[in-house]
Nanobody, 116 residues
Framework: QVQLVESGGGLVQPGGSLRLSCAAS????????MRWHRQAPGKERELVAF????????NYADSVKGRFTISKDNAKNTVFLQMNSLKPEDTAVYYC?????????WGQGTQVTISS
């Protein structure tokens, strides 16, 4: 079955960095677009970034452009989100997501908290 497992969240000060990972299994990882979303308290879940099957195309929400980088390692079935210059408004639960054979799959999420 499809599984997505995020890791790498934590508490960092403003201006700091974190690298999130999402390990995927149960599907042909290299054949699917992967996405990172986030949900802050009291807000709707929003798309942060996506990456195409072989990583040739990426796109970002305006709020993270220039600070976050999405990448994937198809040999390790893992997608990453490198987050730099973090701001308090980046505080959220971060989820990876894949649409596999028409069905949406989500990981359990990893908490990112930016605070001094």
């Amino acid at each position: 079955q499809v599984q997505l497992v995020e890791s790498g969240g934590g508490l960092v000060q403003p201006g700091g960095s974190l690298r999130l990972s999402c390990a995927a299994s149960g599907f042909t990882f290299s054949s699917y677009v992967m996405r990172w979303h986030r949900q802050a308290p009291g807000k709707e879940r929003e798309l942060v970034a996506f990456i195409s099957t072989f990583g040739g195309t990426t796109n970002y929400a305006d709020s993270v452009k220039g600070r976050f980088t999405i990448s994937k390692d198809n040999a390790k079935n893992t997608v990453f989100l490198q987050m730099n210059s973090l701001k308090p408004e980046d505080t959220a639960v971060y989820y990876c997501n894949a649409r596999v054979r028409g069905k949406e799959y989500w990981g359990q999420g990893t908490q990112v908290t930016i605070s001094s």
